[in-house]
Nanobody, 119 residues
Framework: QVQLVESGGGLVQAGGSLRLSCAAS????????MAWFRQAPGKEREFVAA????????FYADSVKGRFTCSRDNAKNTVYLQMNSLKPEDTDVYYC????????????WGQGTKVTVSS
């Protein structure tokens, strides 16, 4: 099993920045990709960004390109989402997710961390 624990959410004014962290534990050797999603109450989860542990450029949703950046710390089994130039529409619960090499699905999810961007 894999456990994902997110942190870093909070309240920030428009134009500000936050860095979300997602620490993975358990059978992390099985993980191939990490991703970030966000979800507002009553709405479907929205893809934000994804990257593979093996390298390559992360893939970002159009809504966050140029503002959000994925990074990782292999030694800590932790991934980060640096969010700059935040907008009120970025307000959501943000989730990290982990996937395996055998599927593009994401069987592991963090608990979510709330991001509120005020205007």
């Amino acid at each position: 099993q894999v456990q994902l624990v997110e942190s870093g959410g909070g309240l920030v004014q428009a134009g500000g920045s936050l860095r979300l962290s997602c620490a993975a534990s358990g059978r992390t050797y099985s993980l191939y990709r990490m991703a970030w999603f966000r979800q507002a109450p009553g709405k479907e989860r929205e893809f934000v960004a994804a990257a593979a542990w093996s390298g390559g450029s992360p893939f970002y949703a159009d809504s966050v390109k140029g503002r959000f950046t994925c990074s990782r710390d292999n030694a800590k089994n932790t991934v980060y989402l640096q969010m700059n130039s935040l907008k009120p529409e970025d307000t959501d619960v943000y989730y990290c997710a982990a996937g395996l090499s055998t599927s593009k699905e994401y069987p592991y999810w963090g608990q979510g961390t709330k991001v509120t961007v005020s205007s």
